[in-house]
């Protein structure tokens, strides 16, 4: 059964720092992963997606990395603003590529 | 595109009723997903449609819980004889396409008095 890791569970920063949320899986067999961000009572908006065969995938101030053969990610924030301040969700899918598997997320606070 | 479209926001019952959620993905997404999350945790997998067939249901909670997608559009997502437990955020996403993220919705929260 995959089991997705994420950490540090919360995180504390001043705004204008660069920071890393790590996510790590059990099974390295996987379709594809992808970074969410979750504001309180909300849904989930996606960020980023990584394919398998893929090492990274950049958006504006973000970066994703993937390395499927250590069962690692990380995501990379630049320059963090108080508006960056949600919940991180890493999910990774099987070789099925449809089911989601998440870990329960980093807490983020950017302070101004 | 209007995004993944849910409803209720936010459902309250008494224990041992029917409730149903309903879920109205991106149009021209053929692939449709439930998910429930608790305090603290992240979503975790319900069903999947994909066009109106129900590919994957053996994640379902229990057989309280049962979801269908008839015309291949909306989907609807019912729990019968409501317990405590079921008190949790019941997310919805759709997607185009293997190699296309999933987009969720909101989420119907569900409060058993």
């Known amino acids: 059964k995959q089991e997705v890791t994420q950490i540090p569970a919360a995180l504390s920063v001043p705004e204008g720092e660069n920071l890393v949320l790590n996510c790590s899986f059990t099974?390295?067999?996987?379709?594809?992963l992808q970074w969410f961000r979750q504001d309180p009572g909300k849904g989930l908006t996606s960020l980023l997606l990584?394919?398998?065969?893929?090492r990274e995938q950049t958006s504006g101030r973000l970066n994703a990395s993937l390395d499927k053969s250590s069962g690692r990610s990380t995501l990379y924030i630049a320059a963090s603003q108080p508006g960056d301040s949600a919940t991180y969700l890493c999910a990774v899918s099987g070789d099925s590529g449809y089911a989601l598997n998440f870990g329960k997320g980093t807490s983020l606070l950017v302070t101004p | 595109d209007t995004g993944v479209s849910q409803d209720p926001r936010h459902k309250i019952t008494k224990r041992g009723q029917n409730v149903t959620f309903r879920c109205d993905p991106i149009?021209?997404?053929?692939?449709l997903y439930w998910y429930r999350q608790t305090l603290g945790q992240g979503p975790e997998f319900l069903t999947y449609f994909q066009n109106e067939a129900q590919l994957e249901k053996s994640r379902l909670l229990s057989d309280r819980f049962s979801a269908e997608r008839p015309k291949g559009s909306f989907s609807t997502l019912e729990i019968q004889r409501t317990e405590q437990g079921d008190s949790a955020m019941y997310l919805c996403?759709?997607?185009?396409?293997?190699?296309?993220?999933?987009?969720f919705g909101d989420g119907t929260r569900l409060s058993i008095l």
């Open positions: 996403a759709s997607k185009a396409d293997e190699n296309q993220p999933q987009h």
């Open positions: 099974d390295s067999a996987i379709y594809n």
């Open positions: 990584i394919q398998s065969s893929q």
């Open positions: 149009s021209e997404h053929n692939r």
